[in-house]
């Protein structure tokens, strides 16, 4: 094996112990943890293009059922609200490493954001923003992200909405991404400020156009009657600009967070997950320290 890999030392680890399988959920991330295992070796980007794949992963509606056995895992049955206090999943990935861990947390959030558009997630961009009000009254919403860089992480509203009051009032906010199937989170503390005008527009004019009429249709946040009051303030605003560009609202545009402090949350085994730190330290340094989970 080592010799059609390339590879030398040791192939086969030592030992191995055995697991007992409780339930449905269990089973499942067992079996994504054993797909997995060639991606995390760096021999395959996809699980499915490993060659001596043993299993395939079953679609949902014949995902087969464990039975009941004396002494053996529950049978598999659907979820009630009523169950929430007993819900919880096996953390399976390999860990976060500080000698493994990017200096600059701008490059970590790369290679894990990178990580999660190849894995398909349904919008990996989704982020909570958790704003305050000078009151100290919070409140949070999930937007996208539409860029990030060194300079911080952007995304686009409206200035009117109760967001873009509060930011107003209060400049710091936190981002925070969840990616459940890499058992990963992203948290972002700092400060946000809007980005140029000229963003703003290059961005705006790249929405559908439905996207564009919608921002002017939109007093967000604020009372209405009803849908059909948003829906013919629509069909308005299309026959107004029918045949003509559709400017960007001056009450519409980015937003930039500059982050203070960056945390990459790991899921590991038995709730002992692994958290790293970024603090900014100033002229574009940073320090990295471990959390307790």
């Known amino acids: 094996a080592n010799r059609i890999l390339g590879k030398r030392g ?14 449905q959920p269990h089973f499942d ?10 991606v995390k070796a760096g021999l395959y980007r996809n699980p499915q293009d490993w ?14 059922r464990l039975s009941t056995t004396p002494g053996g895992p529950r049978a598999s049955r659907p979820q009630k609200a009523s169950d929430v206090s007993n819900l919880r999943k096996e953390y399976i990935r390999d860990g976060l490493k500080e000698d493994d861990a990017h200096p600059n947390p701008i490059e970590q959030f790369r290679k894990w954001f990178e990580e999660a558009l190849a894995a398909n997630l349904h919008e990996p961009n989704a982020m909570t923003l958790a704003t305050a009000s000078s009151g100290g009254k919070p409140s949070a919403r999930v937007v996208l992200l539409k860029g990030f860089d060194e300079r911080g992480f952007v995304f686009y509203t409206n200035y009117e ?8 009032e209060n400049s710091y906010c936190t981002l925070v991404f969840y990616w459940g199937e890499l058992e ?10 809007r980005v140029s005008a000229e963003e703003s527009d290059e961005y705006y004019r790249s929405r559908p156009r439905g996207s564009r009429l919608s921002a002017w249709a939109s007093e967000q946040s604020r009372l209405v009657a009803g849908r059909g009051a948003l829906e013919e303030r629509l069909r308005g605003l299309e026959d107004e600009y029918e045949g003509r560009e559709v400017p960007r609202p001056p009450f519409w545009g980015g937003y930039r967070a500059e982050p203070e402090a960056i945390e990459f949350w790991q899921g590991r085994e038995n709730r002992l997950h692994d958290r790293l730190l970024y603090r900014s330290s100033g002229g574009g340094g940073w320090s990295i320290e471990r959390l307790q989970p």
């Open 10 to 23: 040791q192939f086969w680890q030592e030992d191995y112990f055995d697991r007992y399988i409780r339930d």
């Open 29 to 38: 991330a067992t079996l994504e943890y054993i797909n997995q295992n060639p």
């Open 51 to 64: 060659p001596f794949r043993g299993t395939t992963t079953p679609e949902p509606s014949t995902t087969p």
């Open 161 to 168: 909405g109760r967001k873009g009051r509060e930011l107003k």
């Open 184 to 193: 990963r989170q992203v948290r972002i503390e700092g400060r946000a400020s």
